[in-house]
């Protein structure tokens, strides 16, 4: 097992676009979840997933975010006409779901810049 | 969640021992200490947990106070891929658990050779 994946490592985008991050986790995890870190600052929680059903949402993730996970598996989050504070480090994390407190495992980030 | 007190920043010599304290006075009886660090261009990794005594694993040392209001992590011989933010978080074991990870700005340690 390689771990939590995410694709791509850093994306640059113009204001107004709209953007996609994909996240692989180790397999057989129940849970996924998104935060987002911008400079300086620790992660914040955006989302988590427990298996295909999204079961919480931060204040943070606003109408112009969503993300799914279709088949309990890889997970996307959309990010629709982006704005230059959405410029942050968007890191996925995946934990087994088989205890309460579990360990999550996250993935290298994907770093956004919008211009 | 409750909240987490840490020093903004630490150094250390390598292969000398390092503790990194955490606040948490307002801690419940439900809540787990956990440690997580992120070296730098890197995700967070978990360190060590505990709930209510000291903990050991490969990585590092986890001393509780017997009032649980606050804890120490320790690495026993820091090196320098030890140089990383080191955040102390607490997660209640109650039927939200299993979702959200609640991060302060941790500490910054630097290991110096």
């Known amino acids: 097992d390689t771990g939590v994946s995410q694709d791509p490592r850093h994306k640059i985008t113009k204001r107004g676009q709209n953007v996609t991050f994909r996240c692989d986790p180790i397999?057989?995890?129940?849970?996924l979840y998104w935060y987002r870190q911008t400079l300086g600052q620790g992660p914040e929680f955006l989302t988590y997933f427990q298996n295909e059903a999204q079961l919480e949402k931060s204040r943070l993730l606003s109408d112009r975010f969503s993300a799914e996970r279709p088949k309990g598996s890889f997970s996307t989050l959309e990010i629709q006409r982006t704005e230059q504070g959405d410029s942050a480090m968007y890191l996925c994390?995946?934990?087994?779901?088989?205890?309460?407190?579990?360990?999550?495992?996250f993935g290298p980030g994907t770093r956004l810049t919008v211009l | 969640d409750a909240k987490t007190t840490q020093p903004n920043s630490m150094e250390s010599n390598e292969e000398e021992p390092v503790h990194l304290p955490c606040n948490h006075s307002t801690i419940s009886g439900t809540d787990y200490i956990h440690w997580y660090r992120q070296l730098p261009s890197q995700g967070p990794e978990y360190v060590i947990h505990g709930l209510t005594s000291n903990v050991n694993n490969r990585m590092a040392s986890l001393a509780i106070a017997e009032d649980r209001k606050s804890s120490t992590l320790i690495l026993h011989r820091a090196t320098l891929r030890d140089a990383a933010v080191y955040y102390c978080i607490l997660r209640d074991d109650g039927e939200t658990s299993g979702s959200r990870l609640t991060f302060g700005e941790g500490t910054q340690l630097t290991v110096n050779p």
């Open positions: 994390a995946s934990s087994s779901g088989h205890l309460r407190a579990d360990t999550q495992y």
């Open positions: 397999s057989e995890h129940n849970r």
